[in-house]
Structure formats: C-alpha cells, structure tokens
C-alpha cells in the first residue's frame, strides 16, 4: 500500500466500531485472550469518550488506543493488569483520577510501517495535557524477552533494550515515544508467556501540570516585558530626569506591561548638574551621581506601585556600608518591595575612573510575572553567572547594559544570546544611546536592544524576538511564553541544562558570609 492511496482519519472510538475492533483485537492479542468484550468496551466509551482513539482509512479501522483515567498515587506504585478490571470484565474508570492510564495501542498489521501508533501516543498526550493530568502511566509488555530469558534477568533485559542492544517490540516503541521506565512489574500478566509475566510500568509525564489545589499560587505562562532603549540627554534638575522616566513608566504601564526595563546607569547624565571643572575629579563626579539614588529608588518604587508595573531600574551607584562605590540594579515591584543586585564584574574603566566595587551576592528573584535574575552589562560576559540563575529556575534575565562602540556593544549582544540558548531562557537587553560631549565619560553611546529566546522550533526562527532600531530612542515590547520554556527544557530538539555532564563537572557559589562576619560554624 503506497502513501498516496491512504486517507487517514482521527476520531474517537464509537459503540459501532465494536466488531471492527474486536477483528483487529483478535488478530494482534491471539496469543493472550483476544478482544475485550463488547459490554467492556461500550462501557469504556461511555464513561471517558475522549480517551478512547481511533485512526480510520476511507472508513476502515485501523489503529486503536484504549485509556481510563486513574489515582497516580494508586498506579505509579506496583500493581496488577487485573488491578484495573472489576466485575464481568468491567474497566475501572476513575472520573476523579489525575492521571491516564494507557490499555492498549493496535495497529492493523497492514498499516504498520506508517508510524500510526506515534500517532496516537501523540492524540493521548495532547489529551492528557488539555484535561491538566499528571501522567500518562501503563504496563508495558516485553514480548521479546522469552528469547533472552535464560541468559538475561528483566532489568538487564530493559537495560539492554535502552541501549538500544535489543529491539522489543512493545518497549523500544514506547522509549521512542518519550516513556521512561518507572519500575518492573512481576506478575503483571501471567499469561503473557513472551514477556515470561513481567511488563515495564511506563510513565510520561505531563510537565504543564498544575495542581488543582495550587491554581492561584501558579506561576503566569504570558508576560509581556517593556523597555526603553533611552537617549543620555542633559537635564537641568533631577525633577526632570525623574519625569522622563515616568512619562516611559506611563506608556509602558498602558501596553499593560509585566515589567519596565531600563539601561545600566541611566541617571548619569545628572553629573552634568555640577560644572565641567568639578567633573574633571571623576571620582567627585560619581560620587556626586551617588547623592540621587535613595531619591531615585523612592521614586521610582512609588511609580512601580502606582503603574501597576513591574520596574528593573537599570542601574544606580550606591554608597555601600563601607563607604564604597557599587553599580546596582534595582528591581521595583508593583507591591511595593525593592530587591537589588550588584553588578559583579566590574570593566578596566570602572575601576580606573570611578575606583566601583563588585558585589558578591547573586540570585533569582520571584516576581508575580516569573523568576528573574539581572547581570549588569559585563557580567553577561561572564557564563558561569547565568548558569548559576539557571539552576534555580530562572525563566527571564535582564540585562541593562551601557556600551560606547559598536565593538563593546557586540560583545555584550553575542554573550547574551549565548546565555539564551544554554540557558534555556529570555534574556532582555536593554541599552542606552545618545551623544553628551558636555559631561565627562558620557561622551558617545551605542545601542541597539532586544529579547533573544532559546534557538528552537518554538521560538522564532533567528532567536530574536524584538529589536530596536539602533541608536534611537525608542519604547519596544515583546511577549513571553513561559510554557515554551517548560516544554523546550523538557523536550527541545536539544536540552542543553538537561544534558550537561554532572558527573564531570559541576558549579557553585562560594559562601562569602565571612566577609560580614557571620560565625560559619553557625550556619
């Protein structure tokens, strides 16, 4: 039969399929009973319709999957085939179950070679997902291990069958089809002499998942993120700084964005209220900037609050406990609570001019829009950093960056699409442009913003996914799709944080509490 005479079609299994199925039950399960009764089936239809999948060709049956819903806590443990059938053969559908249970999957022996039953693992998976399920569980028979079972035991049979040593032509299938092997079962099937009584109890998990109970604590799968790629620009007074930035703040807010972004150091045009000579002592200058920030983080959270919106306040130089000088990021949330962090690797020019220190502390922080972690513009740079987020969920890095050429720019924009993609996360990058002659060390910038996604079938085809025009001010936007992450982390073409080689390497972060004193034997 060639590929050109099939037409094939996907529906749910109906009482009058009843004979054609028992024909194509009696043909494949000949050796272990045959077809199910017709009451059992008619029985099974009525009580989960959408579990129950037919491929037919030009009206002819051609492939079934048979399913009920079931406790996981009760399946996911060992159990019996005869532990889903009640009186007169009746299946035990549990209407309230929280996951699927796979009975069993045929196709006619003249269809195979055509990857129906790919087909109708996919339909079961889809099914799973759209009804919030936790799993797909079922035994799997290993009707290939009578030939190996006098020289291999069932769990070096598996084993081997996962290595793809053997083919089985029940296991290798459902490992093709995203099943992970959760158990042995003995005795699951006496009668199945192939498979010498043993079956592999098989799991998918749904990794959409959520918990009826936990609705209104789960995270959100849609945010929309803002940013302003912002022009440096004299100001003749803080309160017309702090009013450019709200006049951003309000649009932003009015496109209902998540969060607002902004540059690294986007205040620093306000060293140009002292005059030129004063500015020749950089070290006076950037201390002099220092002066706004407590002023800037109360504005600033008093605009997160009533914008309803989410603000990275690029970033600002703190005078620190010790008198130092740090580049912070601020996050404002829309309820009020300001988090920080320090950008840790601190540029040749940082250092020399303006003598900034850097941080030692690094986190993802949980905001109503997703977790988050900031890198300031050099820390990009810097892979381990992103990583270390990574590993503790991060689903969107922000990164306020502040550039003078084209060159450093493009340092910034190759490290931050990079750390999408191993990531597996968004990452924002958010920049400032403008030309300020007038004010010492401001006097050129380069920019051009964007948010880059992981590079896979879901995500556009370039990895980016908004742009800005280069050195121009500008608002952008762009919508994040947190499910995207979950699925590509789980079942990308690669999955670069799944598959990392643990058992060579690894990466921490050293614990510097002694720096403040802490007793590390009290910890």
Known sequence: MSLEELHLNLRNLTPEDYEPLKALMDAVYHDIGGAWPKRTIDKLIQEFPDGQIAIEDEGKLIG??????????????????????????????????DAMYGLDVLIHPDYRGYRLGRRLYEARKELCRSLNLRAILAGGRIPGYHQHSDSLSPAEYIEKVSRKEIYDPILSFQLANGFQVKRLLHKYLPEDEQSRGYATLL????????????????????????????????????????????????????????????????????????????????????????????????????????????????????????????????????????????????????????VIEGGDELRVFDTDAGRVGITICYDVEFPEISRLLADQDMDILFVPFWTDTKNGYLRVRHCAQA????????????????????????????????VFSPSDFAFPHDAVLAETTPNTEMIFFSDLDLTRLTVVRAEGSVTNLKDRRKDLFDLRWRDWSWKSGANLDDQ
């Not at 079931?70 to 549990?94: A, C, M, Q, T, W």
């Not at 749904?206 to 929309?224: D, F, G, H, K």
């Not at 986007?266 to 209220?273: E, I, R, S, T, V």
């Open 64 to 97: 079934v999957a048979l399913t009920v819903q079931v406790d996981y806590d009760d399946f996911s443990n060992p159990h019996k085939y005869d532990d889903l059938i009640g009186h007169r053969e009746i299946i035990l559908n549990d209407e309230d179950g």
């Open 203 to 354: 799991e998918w998990n749904n990794i959409l998942y959520e918990p009826a109970e936990s609705v209104l604590e789960t995270r959100p799968t849609q945010v929309r993120v803002g940013a302003v790629q912002w022009q440096m620009r004299e100001f003749a007074s803080v309160e017309a700084a702090l009013q450019q930035i709200e006049y951003f703040v309000d649009a932003l807010s009015d496109y209902q964005s998540d969060f607002a972004v902004f540059p690294e150091l986007f205040n620093a045009p306000l060293m140009g209220l002292q005059d030129r000579s004063a500015q020749q002592d950089q070290l006076g200058a950037i201390r002099f900037l220092a002066g706004f920030t407590e002023r800037f983080k109360t504005e600033l959270s008093r605009m997160a609050i009533s914008y309803n919106i989410n603000i990275i306040g690029g970033s600002m130089i703190e005078v620190g406990d010790d008198d130092r000088l740090y580049n912070i990021a601020y996050l404002f949330h829309r309820d009020g609570n300001v988090e920080r962090q320090a950008k840790l690797h601190i540029t040749p020019q940082e250092r020399r001019d303006w």
């Open 419 to 450: 750390r999408a993609i191993e990531n597996e996360c968004y990452v924002v990058l958010c920049g400032s442009v403008g030309n300020l002659p007038s004010i010492e060390n401001l006097d050129i910038q380069y920019a051009q913003s964007a």
